[in-house]
């Protein structure tokens, strides 16, 4: 397994999800439900996210050579749309981008169950997951590269998956302060992964910079 696409693969991944940023919103979104219901919840919303991630690994790219979208273009476009995402996380906003405008949150707080909607989509699989998934199922050239993005793929749905069974019991012990940190951290990290998408992409469509 090549280390370091899995580490990088894996930061942007669990930056973009931020188990963190999502466990207040999981908690609201399920206030005043059964634990076996919030567990019902959180099962439909990890199934949701695998089953997208799967299928956006193996048809991402045949959906950009469809369209005539080279892979530089689309990690310039991703880069700059990540980038976004990591300016709301450490300025402690919401980004419309994964969790919906001021209208789309009104109607969810009426969903019956917010498992699929808004949960696995877009908050979980929005348009920054997707397109880390293709952006690195791009640059994944050998066995080893594939065994990394299979790895860092299934760890961050682990990591999802245990944020959200275990919830209520973390929503306790985790105080806003701390949530807040956390977010402004993985914000950061995801600012750099977004200028090196950024930068990578610019170097291969405009030859002259590099």
Do not use: W
């Not at 207040?24 to 206030?31: K, Y």
């Amino acid at each position: 397994m090549d280390q370091a696409f899995f580490l990088k693969m894996f930061a942007a991944l669990i930056a973009i999800v931020s188990p963190p940023a999502n466990l207040p919103v999981f908690l609201s979104l399920t206030a005043g439900r059964t634990p076996a219901e919030q567990r019902s919840v959180a099962i439909t919303a990890i199934a949701g996210l695998t089953i997208g991630a799967v299928v956006v690994s193996f048809t991402g790219e045949a959906i950009l050579t469809l369209f005539g979208i080279s892979l530089d273009a689309f990690r310039l476009a991703g880069g700059f749309l990540i980038l976004l995402i990591a300016i709301n996380l450490v300025s402690g906003e919401q980004s419309n981008v994964h969790h919906g405008t001021d209208e789309e949150r009104r109607r969810q707080a009426f969903a019956g169950n917010p498992g699929i909607y808004p949960l696995a989509v877009p908050m979980l699989l929005g348009p920054g997951t997707i397109t880390t998934l293709i952006i690195f199922r791009g640059e994944a050239v050998d066995r080893a590269d594939d065994i990394a993005y299979a790895a860092a793929l299934g760890l961050t749905i682990a990591l999802m998956a245990a944020t959200l069974l275990a919830a209520p019991l973390l929503g306790r012990m985790m105080g806003e302060t701390a949530t807040s940190i956390m977010s402004r951290i993985m914000g950061m990290l995801l600012a750099a992964i977004a200028m090196e998408m950024m930068v990578a992409s610019l170097k291969v469509l405009l030859p002259g910079l590099a």
